[in-house]
């Protein structure tokens, strides 16, 4: 299909980061949809360097996550380097590392991590050649538009990291201002993946098959990112999948069908991380499963609220639907 260096990527769908989101089982369950690269969700160098008991459980890989990128952030090359690594050390099986240059979250900015470092194009190089010059595999990165509708600066910082030897990059075409507000303006990047060295996977707005469609064809972008718009709705990711491959367009799944996705991601979560935890994450993840389906207001009000067990999602979900 496409590669990133010499890692053959058998599919145009990369699952996006996605903090607190992406971990090891939900990348698992979203894998066989037709993800051909997950990325793990976002890690601090600090993090690791420091010894956070959590940060290690970020780092966790599987045979059916590969190929699989362990997204890090921080601001210095110093400090990646020494968290890169660790992460070589405690998972000989990563693929890639990708750096986080997109996050416009002001707790990470303000570190001079994430977007932040958009704002200055030399600092930006000279971070990821040091960085890339450090590493035995592919490092890809992921960028956004700019700092402010102002400081566009997509093109020169895409120049930046191509003679940095980074190996593919992903660009969320919103600026950090914008976080995740009004639209992703793919227009602004327009043909650009067809002027690039390296690979380009479009990221922002990947709600449906025609979203995706409609953002690659008009970026020229290799592959498209699949993020928020996933959560709930792993068949988009198959819709993709089989669009790019065969141009068949999958009909959406029935409201039975996302359900009993959603049981087994929450089979797949108590297994990683214990009943009592997964039942917290769920509550941010269990409504989405019904998102795209009518009446059901009332159900996705009671599953963010009241779940504690395996045994609550279902009593509530029968309480609803059948």
């Given at each position: 299909?496409?590669?990133?260096?010499?890692?053959?990527?058998?599919?145009?769908?990369?699952?996006?980061?996605?903090?607190?989101?992406?971990?090891?089982?939900?990348?698992?369950?979203?894998?066989?949809?037709?993800?051909?690269?997950?990325?793990?969700?976002?890690?601090?160098?600090?993090?690791?360097?420091?010894?956070?008991?959590?940060?290690?459980?970020?780092?966790?890989?599987?045979?059916?996550?590969?190929?699989?990128?362990?997204?890090?952030?921080?601001?210095?090359?110093?400090?990646?380097c020494k968290a890169i690594d660790i992460v070589?050390?405690?998972?000989?099986?990563?693929?890639?590392?990708?750096?986080?240059?997109?996050?416009?979250?002001?707790?990470?900015?303000?570190?001079?991590?994430?977007?932040?470092?958009?704002?200055?194009?030399?600092?930006?190089?000279?971070?990821?050649?040091?960085?890339?010059?450090?590493?035995?595999?592919?490092?890809?990165?992921?960028?956004?538009?700019?700092?402010?509708?102002?400081?566009?600066?997509?093109?020169?910082?895409?120049?930046?990291?191509?003679?940095?030897?980074?190996?593919?990059?992903?660009?969320?075409v919103r600026t950090t201002k914008q976080m995740?507000?009004?639209?992703?303006?793919?227009?602004?990047?327009?043909?650009?993946?067809?002027?690039?060295?390296?690979?380009?996977?479009?990221?922002?707005?990947?709600?449906?098959?025609?979203?995706?469609?409609?953002?690659?064809?008009?970026?020229?972008?290799?592959?498209?990112?699949?993020?928020?718009?996933?959560?709930?709705?792993?068949?988009?990711?198959?819709?993709?999948?089989?669009?790019?491959?065969?141009?068949?367009?999958?009909?959406?799944?029935?409201?039975?069908?996302?359900?009993?996705?959603?049981?087994?991601?929450?089979?797949?979560?108590?297994?990683?991380?214990?009943?009592?935890?997964?039942?917290?994450?769920?509550?941010?993840?269990?409504?989405?499963?019904?998102?795209?389906?009518?009446?059901?207001?009332?159900?996705?009000?009671?599953?963010?609220?009241?779940?504690?067990?395996?045994?609550?999602?279902?009593?509530?979900?029968?309480?609803?639907?059948?």
């Open positions: 299909m496409w590669n990133i260096k010499n890692i053959k990527i058998d599919s145009h769908v990369v699952l996006g980061p996605m903090a607190g989101v992406t971990f090891l089982s939900y990348r698992n369950f979203m894998k066989p949809f037709g993800v051909g690269l997950s990325v793990s969700e976002m890690v601090s160098d600090c993090g690791l360097i420091y010894g956070n008991k959590t940060t290690l459980e970020y780092i966790k890989t599987s045979d059916i996550d590969r190929p699989c990128a362990i997204q890090l952030f921080g601001s210095s090359a110093d400090t990646l070589l050390e405690n998972n000989k099986n990563i693929d890639l590392i990708d750096i986080n240059i997109g996050c416009p979250v002001p707790k990470v900015t303000k570190t001079g991590a994430g977007s932040a470092l958009l704002k200055d194009t030399k600092k930006l190089k000279e971070i990821m050649t040091k960085v890339v010059e450090h590493l035995p595999i592919p490092v890809t990165a992921k960028i956004r538009l700019g700092w402010d509708d102002k400081s566009i600066n997509v093109f020169e910082n895409v120049k930046a990291l191509e003679e940095a030897g980074v190996a593919m990059i992903a660009i969320h995740y507000s009004g639209k992703a303006n793919y227009e602004i990047i327009r043909d650009l993946g067809k002027k690039m060295k390296v690979p380009l996977v479009i990221s922002g707005d990947i709600y449906s098959l025609e979203d995706a469609i409609k953002a690659k064809e008009i970026t020229g972008a290799t592959a498209v990112m699949v993020a928020r718009g996933g959560m709930g709705n792993p068949h988009l990711v198959k819709q993709i999948d089989t669009y790019f491959n065969t141009g068949e367009k999958l009909p959406d799944v029935s409201l039975e069908e996302n359900i009993q996705y959603l049981y087994k991601l929450t089979d797949m979560m108590i297994e990683e991380k214990g009943e009592t935890r997964a039942m917290m994450i769920l509550r941010g993840i269990a409504p989405k499963f019904f998102a795209n389906y009518p009446n059901t207001k009332a159900l996705k009000s009671e599953l963010a609220q009241h779940l504690f067990t395996r045994k609550d999602l279902v009593g509530i979900v029968n309480k609803h639907i059948h």
